[in-house]
């Protein structure tokens, strides 16, 4: 069992920044897989960016160039720096892993407003 817990959502003015964390505790050393998924109102849940334990990185496209998803493995946690944002990225966040299966975290909102 593999416990992810997200943090760092909330407001933010379009054009600035934010920094999502997700913490994984349990079962972690079989984690070959990362990612943040986000859900806007009405829509599907849709990948935004993942990261393997080799370090390799992909990015939806709408987010490529302003977000980047890193690693920290001494503190066991994910992150999303979340850079010029606009309003089309005001969703609930999610973060997963998969480590012989599949988990999620509880999702954390991100609101861009004026």
């Known amino acids: 069992q593999v416990q992810l817990v997200e943090s760092g959502g909330g407001f933010v003015q379009p054009g600035g920044s934010l920094r999502l964390s997700c913490a994984a505790s349990?079962?972690?050393?079989?984690?070959?897989?990362q990612a943040w998924y986000r859900q806007a109102p009405g829509k599907q849940r849709e990948l935004v960016a993942s990261i393997t334990t080799g370090g390799t990185t992909n990015y939806a496209e709408d987010v490529k160039g302003r977000f980047t998803i890193s690693r920290d493995n001494a503190r066991n946690t994910v992150y999303l720096q979340m850079n010029s944002v606009n309003t089309e990225d005001t969703a609930v966040y999610y973060c997963?892993?998969?480590?012989?299966?599949?988990?999620w975290g509880q999702g954390t909102q991100v609101t861009v407003s004026s």
């Open positions: 997963y892993c998969f480590s012989r299966g599949a988990y």
């Open positions: 349990g079962s972690i050393f079989n984690i070959n897989y």
